[in-house]
Nanobody, 116 residues
């Protein structure tokens, strides 16, 4: 069974940067999709970025050009580099992994707070 643990969240000022990590234990297929989601207080969870087994990435329009998703398969680790952070990026960030048709492993989340 795959377990995911996020880290790297924290409090930053607007314009700052953070790098989130998601360490996976258990077996992660190299072809698995891995994604970042976020949920702000009072809002629905939204997809932020994803990367498939071939390294193809996709991003929400709100983060394009500012966030970069990457994965290190030998280390079973997913990353999210977040630059030019805005107050509206404040949320709990979750990583997920699994078949691209249905991610089935989720982490507990790491909190990102961006102050203006």
């Amino acid at each position: 069974q795959v377990q995911l643990v996020e880290s790297g969240g924290g409090s930053v000022q607007s314009g700052g940067s953070l790098r989130l990590s998601c360490a996976a234990s258990g077996f992660i297929h190299s072809w698995y999709c891995m994604s970042w989601f976020r949920q702000a207080p009072g809002k629905e969870r939204e997809g932020v970025a994803s990367i498939d087994g071939d390294g193809t990435t996709s991003y929400a329009n709100s983060v394009k050009g500012r966030f970069t998703i990457s994965r290190d398969n030998p280390k079973n680790t997913l990353y999210l580099q977040m630059n030019s952070l805005k107050p509206e990026d404040t949320a709990m960030y979750y990583c997920a992994a699994g078949p691209c048709s249905g991610l089935d492993a989720w982490g507990q989340g790491t909190l990102v707070t961006v102050s203006s």
